[in-house]
């Protein structure tokens, strides 16, 4: 086995195993944190793909901004699942995959189609013909840089112009009503 | 020797349908929105492992995936703001009991 096919395979497992405790972990602090996993994992497989730009901006614009904004939410928001149920704390694999497949709407139904979707799609990879396998990266961070501000210039502005409007947006939606930001605080 | 295509496929797939299956089962916002990034960046796994094996030579996968996770910070932040307003306003985040514009 090859160093590239064991980086891969761990990469593969702790993405799967955090993408499953996002959904299924009862509380949702450990879901968070365990997002933040799946996302460096992500960034990881990008590295092996030779998209380094990428992995960066993975790592800074997901593990970091938005990460923070999620646990910002969590602790705001005041959820109850943020103590959790104590009876939660210790229970083993089989019982907490038991409890995220219980719901009380339709139960098991999202999670058989999710299932008959990921047995669709890796059935069709099958009979993919394989592609030859590539040479060496012929593209550099430079190259992302200059595709960007050439080919792509148009919607890499209205892309700023839409990031632009969301935190505007997002300040409108959360400032308090009937207060400026003066006195937020004491309201 | 490089990997084989089909592995980053399948392992894109596999997360998709982790991420379908929390997006669709979870009541509570915050898990959906944290599903929605999981689906999000399964396809930008894709993207980019097309762009790397089928088009070595061109970005176009890897700009796609810069601008899809433009997209997706923008959505996080006015997502989640929407989560703490109904949060403030209604003391509760399940989405079943969001039903004000039920007809």
């Given at each position: 086995m090859s160093l590239q096919v064991v980086a891969f395979a761990v990469l593969a497992a702790l993405i799967l195993y955090g993408s499953y405790k996002v959904v299924a972990s009862p509380?949702?602090?450990?879901?968070?944190?365990?997002?933040?996993?799946?996302?460096?994992?992500?960034a990881g497989v990008f590295l092996m793909l030779d998209a380094v730009f990428l992995a960066v901006v993975q790592v800074l614009v997901y593990a970091g901004a938005v990460m923070a904004v999620i646990i910002f939410a969590i602790m705001l928001s005041e959820q109850r699942e943020i103590g959790g149920d104590p009876s939660a704390q210790r229970m083993g694999f089989g019982e907490e995959l038991r409890r995220a497949l219980r719901s009380r709407h339709w139960g098991l139904l999202p999670a058989a189609a999710a299932a008959l979707l990921a047995v669709l799609a890796i059935a069709g990879i099958g009979r993919l013909a394989a592609p030859a396998a590539p040479g060496a990266a012929s593209t550099s961070v430079a190259d992302v840089g200059r595709a960007l501000l050439t080919d792509y210039l148009v919607p890499f502005e209205i892309a700023s112009a839409v990031l632009l409007a969301?935190?505007?947006?997002?300040?409108?939606?959360?400032?308090?009503?009937?207060?400026?930001?003066?006195?937020?605080?004491?309201? | 020797m490089p990997l084989p295509l089909p592995y980053f496929l399948v392992l894109g797939a596999l997360m998709f349908a982790v991420g379908a299956w929390g997006a669709l089962s979870r009541s509570n916002a915050?898990?959906?929105?944290?599903?929605?990034?999981?689906?999000?960046?399964?396809?930008?796994?894709?993207?980019?492992?097309?762009?790397?094996?089928?088009?070595?030579?061109?970005?176009?996968?890897?700009?796609?995936?810069?601008?899809?996770?433009?997209?997706?910070?923008?959505?996080?932040?006015?997502?989640?703001?929407?989560?703490?307003?109904?949060?403030?306003?209604?003391?509760?985040?399940?989405?079943?009991k969001i039903n004000t514009l039920r007809g």
């Amino acid at each position: 086995m090859s160093l590239q096919v064991v980086a891969f395979a761990v990469l593969a497992a702790l993405i799967l195993y955090g993408s499953y405790k996002v959904v299924a972990s009862p509380l949702i602090t450990h879901s968070a944190l365990f997002l933040a996993l799946v996302l460096v994992s992500v960034a990881g497989v990008f590295l092996m793909l030779d998209a380094v730009f990428l992995a960066v901006v993975q790592v800074l614009v997901y593990a970091g901004a938005v990460m923070a904004v999620i646990i910002f939410a969590i602790m705001l928001s005041e959820q109850r699942e943020i103590g959790g149920d104590p009876s939660a704390q210790r229970m083993g694999f089989g019982e907490e995959l038991r409890r995220a497949l219980r719901s009380r709407h339709w139960g098991l139904l999202p999670a058989a189609a999710a299932a008959l979707l990921a047995v669709l799609a890796i059935a069709g990879i099958g009979r993919l013909a394989a592609p030859a396998a590539p040479g060496a990266a012929s593209t550099s961070v430079a190259d992302v840089g200059r595709a960007l501000l050439t080919d792509y210039l148009v919607p890499f502005e209205i892309a700023s112009a839409v990031l632009l409007a969301a935190v505007i947006g997002a300040i409108v939606l959360t400032a308090r009503e009937g207060s400026d930001a003066r006195d937020g605080g004491r309201s | 020797m490089p990997l084989p295509l089909p592995y980053f496929l399948v392992l894109g797939a596999l997360m998709f349908a982790v991420g379908a299956w929390g997006a669709l089962s979870r009541s509570n916002a915050v898990r959906v929105l944290m599903s929605i990034e999981l689906m999000l960046n399964a396809v930008n796994i894709n993207l980019v492992a097309f762009n790397r094996y089928l088009t070595p030579s061109e970005l176009t996968g890897q700009i796609f995936s810069i601008f899809v996770i433009t997209i997706a910070a923008a959505e996080a932040a006015l997502g989640l703001a929407i989560v703490l307003m109904i949060a403030r306003r209604r003391g509760a985040i399940d989405i079943n009991k969001i039903n004000t514009l039920r007809g």
